[in-house]
């Protein structure tokens, strides 16, 4: 593997930021962005900007609106595709356009990928060099998504969640409405938009009626809605059985669910998924499995604490972000983030591979990421 120069680093950073422009449009593709440079001038850029569109190669191909590319080097945040899906391969482009090198930040670990886009390249006499340390990671953090869907099959889950100073997210009769800053609520609507799906349990749902939709001026793609729901308690004239018409709900329930209420929901426009397995954790597996298996690559977990601490025993929590509002409630009943059976020792609790705090007006923002994929 040839030594990177500090042009190819900074040509891969800006590789990397243009494939966050994807954000919240490509679902279930991964994001991409892509460059093409020649004697250290930047001819092109392109990112791959929705599903079933041209990817980013091509888009930076397009442009460079018909300039002759030959012998230019091309840098992209994800190896070239090389199989036909909703768009011909990425590397016949490449090929075609007389791209000379190719730098890639980051790998594919999907089945179709592997590495055999870049041994395409590399017998077509192209020349292929790949990142590592820092960039790499760099790359392979914006399609965390993507990245654990490929491997598992299963989505990547974010867990959200609004405490107090004193931890707890709800007084001892229940009330939680508001705990953070209308400016975190917002930053959490954002959030919606860039997922594929919004997860909460039964009890949320009964307490607070939630819509779960991105309500934010210039959303693109809105998210499923997903309830938790063991025994398909879902009121038919909640507001998300209502909307489910137009906006996509599922509702995940246990095999002691009554085939009359599971009707009801289904009649009114929600997709019922049966979850099976011993214990919640289990059934929390197979729900996840079958939401994959449909295309759904994230999820942003709202909670409440019962389906939090499920999710955590399951394993299936990547990410946490926690806003600390600076809020005190006290009370023995008052509830936790997380409930579910946790671990017995500290020496077996998970802990965070990294840890960030941003103020987000009144609040702060606490991001932790449990795992790497």
């Known amino acids: 593997m040839a030594t990177l120069t500090a042009a190819d680093h900074?040509?891969?950073?800006?590789?990397?930021?243009?494939?966050?422009?994807?954000?919240?449009?490509v679902h279930p593709n991964p994001m991409v962005g892509a460059l093409i440079v020649r004697d250290e001038k930047v001819l092109a850029e392109g990112w791959h900007d929705e599903c079933g569109g041209p990817h980013a190669e091509v888009n930076a191909i397009a442009d460079a609106g018909g300039a002759d590319l030959t012998g230019a080097t091309l840098y992209v945040s994800m190896e070239p595709c090389c199989h036909h899906g909703k768009t011909p391969p990425c590397t016949d482009a490449l090929i075609a356009a007389g791209i000379a090198r190719v730098v890639v930040?980051?790998?594919?670990?999907?089945?179709?990928a592997c590495g055999r886009g870049l041994g395409i390249l590399r017998d077509e006499g192209i020349e292929v060099d790949v990142a590592d340390g820092e960039l790499a990671a760099?790359?392979?953090?914006?399609?965390?998504?993507?990245?654990?869907?490929?491997?598992?099959?299963?989505?990547?889950?974010?867990?959200?969640?609004?405490?107090?100073?004193?931890?707890?997210?709800?007084?001892?009769?229940?009330?939680?409405?508001?705990?953070?800053?209308?400016?975190?609520?917002?930053?959490?609507?954002?959030?919606?938009?860039?997922?594929?799906?919004?997860?909460?349990?039964?009890?949320?749902?009964?307490?607070?009626?939630?819509?779960?939709?991105?309500?934010?001026?210039?959303?693109?793609h809105q998210p499923r809605r997903v309830v938790f729901d063991a025994t398909a308690r879902?009121?038919?004239?909640?507001?998300?059985?209502?909307?489910?018409?137009?906006?996509?709900?599922?509702?995940?329930?246990?095999?002691?669910?009554?085939?009359?209420?599971?009707?009801?929901?289904?009649?009114a426009g929600a997709e019922v998924v049966v979850a099976t397995?011993?214990?919640?954790?289990?059934?929390?597996?197979?729900?996840?499995?079958?939401?994959?298996?449909?295309g759904i690559t994230s999820i942003l977990l709202e909670g409440g604490p019962h389906l939090a601490g499920a999710f955590l025993d399951a394993g299936e929590i990547d990410e946490v972000r926690l806003f600390l509002a600076p809020l005190l409630l006290g009370g023995r009943a008052a509830r936790d983030p997380l409930e579910g059976e946790g671990v017995e020792r500290i020496s077996e609790a998970l802990r965070a591979l990294t840890l960030d705090c941003e103020r987000v007006a009144d609040d702060l923002l606490i991001s932790a990421r449990l795992r790497e994929w």
């Open 277 to 294: 397995g011993e214990n919640e954790p289990a059934r929390v597996r197979s729900a996840l499995d079958q939401l994959g298996a449909r």
């Open 10 to 25: 900074d040509h891969l950073a800006r590789s990397i930021e243009l494939a966050e422009f994807g954000l919240g449009r």
């Open 138 to 220: 760099r790359a392979r953090l914006v399609n965390q998504a993507f990245r654990k869907h490929a491997r598992s099959g299963r989505p990547w889950i974010a867990f959200k969640s609004a405490m107090t100073l004193d931890g707890k997210v709800a007084t001892r009769t229940g009330d939680s409405q508001w705990i953070s800053d209308e400016s975190s609520r917002a930053r959490a609507h954002r959030w919606r938009a860039s997922v594929d799906a919004v997860v909460v349990g039964i009890g949320t749902a009964l307490a607070d009626d939630p819509q779960l939709t991105a309500r934010l001026d210039g959303v693109h």
């Open 234 to 267: 879902l009121p038919l004239d909640s507001k998300l059985v209502a909307a489910a018409p137009q906006s996509a709900l599922t509702v995940v329930v246990s095999r002691a669910a009554r085939r009359s209420a599971v009707e009801a929901l289904e009649m």
């Open 105 to 112: 930040a980051s790998d594919d670990p999907s089945a179709k």
